[in-house]
Each structure stands twice: as C-alpha cells, then as structure tokens.
C-alpha cells in the first residue's frame, strides 16, 4: 500500500520561493504519476503539477496559473517528488496535497481526471504573506 508524506509547507513572503516534498512509503514509486493539487479555502482542489511515471518518460504538466513559475521534478531512488514554487502570490495560500496515479499514463491534472489519483497525503499548509 503506497503513502504519501508531504512536507516543506510553512510561511513565504509574496515573491518568494518555497520547494515541497512529497515522499512515498510502502512501494516503489517509479510506475505512479503524481501530481499536486492545491485547495484554497471556500474553493475546490484544483491541479497545479503532474509527472508521469518512469515508463512515460516523466513528461510534465502544468495548470496555466503556475507554469513558468512551478517545477515538478522526481527522485525515484529516494522516492520523493518535488514541486519548486517561486513568486508566490497571497491569493495562493492553500493546503498543498500530493496525490499517485498507478493505473493512467501519461499523467492529468484536469478535474474530471481526479478521480485517477488513488492515494493522497495529507496536506501541508502554504502561507503567503503579502
């Protein structure tokens, strides 16, 4: 049974930067896609990055609002996926989830593809101050 551990949430100034991790327990993590989604309070979660599995290549995706400014990136051997967050804007504080997709390649962070994702973490708690 796959876990998922976030962690590396915490308070960042307005223009800041802020790396979350995501470490897996419990199986290898080289065949999930996994993705971040983030749900800002009153609002619905919403995709923010994917990364395929090894077998698709890793290939990347992300949601219009963050690209340019998000890197997802994977570290199978140590199980952990990262998501590198510069020029953090207020409006974004939110409850940061990683979630992994074992079944689907390559990965989605479309809504209607959430459902894909069969194990989540827990959450952790990103704070911008303007």
């Known amino acids: 049974q796959l876990q998922l551990v976030e962690s590396g949430g915490g308070l960042v100034q307005a223009g800041g930067s802020l790396r979350l991790s995501c470490v897996a327990s419990?199986?290898?993590?080289?065949?999930?896609?996994i993705a971040w989604f983030r749900q800002i309070p009153g609002k619905e979660r919403e995709g923010q990055a994917c990364?395929?599995?090894?077998?698709?290549?890793?290939?990347?995706y992300y949601a219009d609002s963050v690209t340019g400014r998000f890197t997802i990136s994977r570290d199978n051997a140590k199980k952990t996926v990262y998501l590198q967050m510069k020029s953090r804007e207020p409006a974004e504080t939110a409850i940061y989830y990683c979630?992994?997709?074992?079944?689907?390649?390559?990965?989605?962070?479309?809504?209607?593809?959430?459902?894909?994702?069969?194990?989540w973490g827990q959450g952790t708690q990103v704070t911008v101050s303007s």
């Open positions: 419990g199986s290898p993590l080289d065949y999930y896609g």
């Open positions: 979630a992994a997709d074992g079944r689907h390649d390559p990965c989605s962070i479309e809504r209607e593809h959430m459902s894909r994702y069969d194990y």
């Open positions: 990364i395929s599995s090894r077998g698709n290549g890793g290939s990347t």
